[in-house]
């Protein structure tokens, strides 16, 4: 018998079994909702850009994840998509509240290899997400830039050419409710895309679609 047996009746021995407990049902809880997170997003884009051959990578644990597809057909206008997604760690009940404050949401990074060129460079970037720990725009110095209002959000148009800035203004116009996209980016001198979404389920592809076909078509005629 242990020397002192007592000590497991205390309320704070009780108190830890307890936290203990609630930690594992934590766990195993945001396991599975950042494999619902992460499955439903990577669905929804192989959906959307229907790739030749894909390649899925676990880079984080259980708050991160890569998907490369490549497409071979020649007449498409992009020949590979990257995709990266970064989770809020739900399994983590002590580190979630400060994720919380860091980062505030899921990330979904797409980045678009064009075969084609675009007339130049431009940027769709949501204001809130431009001040908070976003990728920084190399030649904002050497872009225009206009605030526009795109559905309940303020964004800022950056562009080089006039052509560029009333295809985007064409595209908001079109699609007056950004849903979770943050950030659109056009670089023709690196001859890629880049997208930013915020992955909440069931709507990836509902609002992935329209911006990847519409890249599509200027790369065509680019």
């Known amino acids: 018998m242990f020397k ?25 809880w945001g396991r599975r909702a950042n494999k619902r997170v992460f499955l439903d997003a990577f669905n929804d884009l192989v959906d959307v850009v229907r790739p030749d051959d894909q390649r899925f990578t676990n880079i984080g644990g259980l708050v991160g994840y890569h998907a490369n597809l490549l497409i071979n057909q020649k007449d498409r206008p992009f020949s590979k998509v990257e995709a990266t997604i970064t989770l809020l760690p739900r399994h983590s009940l002590l580190y979630m509240p400060i994720s ?28 809130r997400y431009a001040g908070f720990r976003a990728p920084k725009i190399t030649n904002a110095h ?34 007056p409710d950004p849903g979770t996209v943050r950030h659109i980016a056009l670089v023709a001198d690196q001859r890629k895309c880049f997208l930013f979404m915020i992955p909440k389920k069931g709507q990836v592809k509902k609002n992935l679609e329209p911006v990847y076909r519409w890249l599509s078509s200027l790369t065509k005629t680019g």
Do not use: C
């Not at 949401?105 to 940027?123: K, W």
């Not at 526009?148 to 959000?153: D, E, P, S």
């Not at 800022?156 to 050419?161: E, G, P, T, V």
């Open 100 to 127: 919380l404050m860091i980062m505030r949401f899921d990330r979904l990074f797409i980045t678009l290899h064009q075969r084609g060129t675009l007339a130049g460079e431009g940027h769709l970037i949501e204001k």
């Open 142 to 175: 050497r872009l225009e830039k206009i605030n526009i209002r795109w559905g309940n959000h303020d964004f800022l148009l950056y562009f080089a050419q006039l052509k560029l800035r009333d295809q985007l203004l064409a595209f908001v116009k079109k699609h």
């Open 4 to 28: 002192h047996q007592d000590i497991v009746t205390t309320p704070l021995f009780l108190l830890f079994i307890a936290f203990s407990f609630l930690l594992s049902v934590v766990y195993y």
